[in-house]
């Protein structure tokens, strides 16, 4: 029923940039909670980044600074916008929504390592950074 699916991702240089797009639909809540996560191959998943019901947003130590979350409600989309690119960033990028209650009560900063809770995930996008 409901669906995420991300896109921008691509190959970039060290120092590059990157935008990446969630677009959500088919879900009727009037809520929403969503974050970036990635995971690079023999890694585990790591959350990048959230967006809690009022707007606030949090950050993994490992690209705060550097990347920006925001959301379009308007066109139920969710961004990523990566700046200064490592190689270390290279992996699979997701995004996640929770549509449930609790994303009326639960900061950004809760949800950024609290994968599990998540309603629906999107296929992923790959982001390769070259040096």
């Known amino acids: 029923q409901v669906q995420l699916v991300e896109s921008g991702g691509g190959s970039v240089q060290s120092g590059g940039s990157l935008r990446l797009s969630c677009a959500a639909s088919?879900?009727?809540?009037?809520?929403?909670?969503m974050g970036w996560f990635r995971q690079a191959p023999g890694k585990e998943r790591e959350g990048v980044a959230s967006?809690?019901?009022?707007?606030?947003?949090s950050y993994s130590a490992s690209v705060k600074g550097r990347f920006t979350i925001s959301q379009d409600n308007a066109k139920n989309t969710l961004y990523l916008q990566m700046n200064s690119l490592k190689p270390e960033d290279t992996a699979m990028y997701y995004c996640?929504?929770?549509?449930?209650?609790?994303?009326?009560?639960?900061?950004?900063?809760?949800?950024?390592?609290?994968?599990?809770?998540?309603?629906?995930w999107g296929q992923g996008t790959q982001v390769t950074v070259d040096s």
């Open positions: 088919g879900y009727t809540s009037s809520r929403v909670c």
């Open positions: 996640a929504a929770d549509f449930s209650l609790r994303c009326a009560l639960y900061s950004s900063a809760w949800y950024l390592n609290q994968g599990d809770v998540y309603n629906a």
């Open positions: 967006i809690d019901n009022s707007g606030t947003t």
